[in-house]
């Protein structure tokens, strides 16, 4: 059983589109973190979301924790080449925090 | 560098042969994770380590795979009798980790060793 769903799996768009990534779950974390990664080389964090309810801005990403704190998104404004890769959410739970739990990820091509 | 160190990049062997795959954290991390990533997926954990002791070791697939971490540094993934569906990437993370946080700690990933096994 996957705690953490990721979707869509896969996603191809042209370059200037919007997109959004979501990871949802049955389960409450305490905090969840997004990754980036790029072919050839490990994750690379993101931003960490901690209050329910919370956004968060990095340049044309925009993050979001949901109010229960069960589920987040990741939504991309006028996507370029340079967002391409694999995008991945991980959660902390309350009493084991040092161990994520980790989505399958969000595989993402944005084409010139 | 200042980042995690894993070594080698690269790792073919034949079916049966034992592998050691070598990880370098971020010096003063307190937590050492190695997980197993498949093409185009997330990773998968296999065994974590505060400092030297090996709190959890749920995820690893058989008692084929063992890692140490003695000295609470470097830490080595070994897998014997090696087998084809033992192909993938393994990454290792490191993580500040000193205490319970609320916020979680974030890990600090290497660039994995590809390995290809025969």
């Known amino acids: 059983t996957q705690l953490l769903e990721q979707s869509p799996q896969f996603l191809s768009i042209q370059e200037g589109e919007n997109l959004t990534v979501y990871c949802n779950s049955s389960?409450?974390?305490?905090?969840l973190q997004w990754y980036r990664q790029e072919p050839g080389e490990g994750p690379v964090l993101l931003v960490t979301v901690v209050t329910g309810g919370e956004v968060k801005k990095l340049k044309r990403l925009t993050f979001q924790f949901g109010d229960a704190r069960k589920d987040s998104s990741l939504h991309i404004t006028a996507a370029q080449p340079g967002d391409t890769g694999l995008y991945l959410c991980?959660?902390?739970?309350?009493?084991?925090?040092?161990?994520?739990?980790w989505g399958l990820g969000t595989s993402l091509a944005v084409n010139p | 560098g200042a980042g995690v160190s894993q070594s080698p990049r690269y790792k073919v062997a034949k079916r049966g042969q034992d592998v050691a795959l070598r990880c370098d954290p971020i010096?003063?991390?307190?937590?050492l994770f190695w997980y197993q990533q498949a093409l185009g997926q997330g990773p998968e954990f296999l065994t974590y380590f505060q400092n030297e002791a090996q709190l959890d070791k749920s995820g690893l697939p058989s008692d084929r795979f063992f890692a140490e971490r003695p000295e609470g540094s470097v830490s080595t993934l070994k897998i014997q009798r090696t087998q084809q569906e033992d192909s993938a990437v393994y990454l290792c993370?490191?993580?500040?980790?000193?205490?319970?946080?609320?916020?979680?700690?974030?890990?600090?990933f290497g660039d994995g060793t590809r390995l290809s096994i025969l």
């Open positions: 991980a959660g902390a739970r309350r009493g084991n925090n040092r161990k994520l739990i």
């Open positions: 993370a490191s993580s500040l980790a000193t205490a319970s946080r609320s916020t979680g700690w974030p890990q600090h």
């Open positions: 010096s003063g991390h307190v937590s």
């Open positions: 389960s409450v974390f305490s905090s």
